[in-house]
């Protein structure tokens, strides 16, 4: 039977994800031979589980009957897919990660292939299943927006690669070859996952990394041979939308109208401001703090953000050159302006701002013009501290008022965070969008 003979899209892809994680095949040599395709083996270097979960977003104003979302638990509002970080975790604690997804996904990163020093990156999708939603079986796949992969058995695009069924697991392996700030996200059913929370950052780190002869710090975001792309501190910033009666739909077992789409709440790392500004939870991917059952533990003072650890905080010191990685895996374009300071567009879409030639084509600007699935990368230097607090302050923000607002009264509360500049003292980051405090 295909998908016109009576099966819907979703059973389609569930059919075809189990075939292809049990007998998928890979043609080779002289002649079509179907021989077994073999997941990477060895230790994986990251682990992620899908799964659901619940996230917080302001109760107010409120959007009946769809938010606060009534099934939600005390202090969350938002339902939501996504992944969580399982590494290191036992199968037991693996387990217990069932319905507490994290929005934004894990935020991680890989160094460039070195082919004299050649190391795959291997990253471990465990399909935990959905606990708010039993009748689904959704699959579930990686796929790196803009990586170009060595072969498409890696992809994770379904219909070309592997899908990971309920209660399975499945590693990827990848060979990063070219530096810069890409996304991620679950292209099963992809709409409606991506839209859901199934979206993360991960970036590429240069192999000019280290070499301090051409910034002082030896950190790069590409490998541009004169330090133009050097800085000392760096930050993540990924926007993403809430249509708060597709999250409401697909806990209450409802099917949404995709084409009557409106965002009603535009996101900063899975935060709205002032949320925005608050603590960090663990995201160090490569080091991850979880309690005795391996669930996150919330930021300091913010229990409603346990699953939100993401902040979008810059804290820098005065002179300091700062990296900023902007990516959209929302569905519209977003206009991100840095108020009062210049921004130096060195690298778009996982490309240096460079001509074949060499041609330098980066260029300044307080506002930049992200569309879906666009990233980019900028970098500014912080000022000299001229006021009388212990730090100056600096909003970076969406320009549209109602992805800046959220349609709440008196102010902010949507696309926006601060730059904060200290005079000194700020100590050096342990990971991107570590505080240094």
């Given at each position: 039977m295909t998908a016109s003979e009576g099966l819907s899209r979703r059973q389609f892809l569930q059919v075809a994800g189990g075939m292809a994680a049990v007998a998928g095949v890979a043609w080779t040599g002289r002649v079509l031979?179907?021989?077994?395709?073999?997941?990477?083996?060895g230790a994986a270097d990251l682990a992620l589980?899908?799964?659901?979960?619940?996230?917080?977003?302001?109760?107010?104003?409120?959007?009946?009957?769809?938010?606060?979302?009534?099934?939600?638990?005390?202090?969350?509002?938002?339902?939501?897919?996504?992944?969580?970080?399982?590494t290191g975790l036992t199968p037991t604690q693996r387990a217990n990660q069932k319905n507490k997804a994290q929005h934004s996904a894990p935020l991680f990163w890989v160094k460039q292939y070195d082919p004299a020093h050649p190391v795959d990156f291997l990253v471990q999708l465990v399909n935990l299943g959905l606990a708010q939603r039993p009748d689904l079986f959704d699959a579930h796949t990686l796929h790196w927006h803009g990586f170009?992969?060595?072969?498409?058995?890696?992809?994770?695009?379904?219909?070309?690669?592997?899908?990971?069924?309920?209660?399975?697991?499945?590693?990827?392996a990848y060979r990063p070859r070219h530096p810069g700030t890409y996304m991620y996200h679950c292209h099963v059913e992809d709409v409606e996952h991506v839209h859901m929370g199934m979206t993360g950052l991960v970036f590429v780190r240069p192999l000019q990394d280290g070499n301090t002869s051409l910034f002082p710090s030896g950190k790069y975001m590409y490998n541009d041979g004169d330090g133009s792309t050097g800085f000392d501190?760096?930050?993540?910033?990924?926007?993403?939308?809430v249509w708060a009666e597709s999250h409401w739909a697909d806990a209450h077992i409802q099917l949404p109208e995709w084409s009557d789409y409106r965002a009603d709440?535009?996101?900063?790392?899975?935060?709205?401001?002032?949320?925005?500004?608050?603590?960090?939870?663990?995201?160090?991917?490569?080091?991850?703090?979880?309690?005795?059952?391996?669930?996150?533990?919330?930021?300091?003072g913010f229990p409603n953000l346990k699953y939100q650890p993401h902040s979008s905080l810059v804290n820098c010191n005065a002179g300091e050159r700062i990296a900023l990685r902007f990516a959209n895996l929302g569905f519209r374009e977003q206009a991100m302006t840095l108020s009062g300071l210049r921004m130096r567009v060195v690298g778009r879409d996982a490309t240096p701002m460079r001509?074949?030639?060499?041609?330098?084509?980066?260029?300044?600007?307080?506002?930049?013009?992200?569309?879906?699935?666009?990233?980019?990368?900028?970098?500014?230097?912080?000022?000299?501290?001229q006021?009388?607090?212990?730090?100056?302050?600096?909003?970076?923000?969406?320009?549209?008022?109602?992805?800046?607002?959220?349609?709440?009264?008196g102010g902010f509360g949507g696309q926006a965070t601060e730059v904060r500049v200290y005079a000194g003292g700020v100590a050096p980051q342990a990971y991107p969008n570590d505080w240094g405090v």
């Open positions: 031979m179907p021989e077994p395709a073999m997941a990477a083996g589980g899908g799964t659901d979960g619940w996230i917080y977003l302001p109760p107010t104003p409120a959007i009946p009957p769809f938010h606060p979302d009534s099934y939600a638990p005390a202090p969350f509002t938002t339902y939501a897919f996504g992944f969580r970080n399982v170009r992969n060595v072969i498409p058995f890696f992809d994770g695009e379904p219909t070309g690669s592997v899908s990971v069924p309920m209660g399975r697991e499945f590693t990827y501190r760096e930050f993540a910033m990924f926007l993403s939308e709440f535009a996101l900063l790392n899975g935060r709205v401001y002032p949320d925005t500004v608050a603590p960090n939870g663990s995201i160090d991917p490569f080091h991850p703090v979880s309690d005795a059952t391996g669930d996150l533990i919330a930021p300091a001509g074949r030639d060499g041609t330098d084509t980066s260029y300044e600007t307080d506002t930049l013009n992200i569309g879906p699935g666009e990233s980019y990368d900028v970098v500014f230097t912080a000022p000299a501290k006021g009388v607090g212990a730090f100056d302050t600096y909003m970076l923000y969406n320009r549209a008022y109602s992805r800046s607002g959220n349609r709440a009264p």
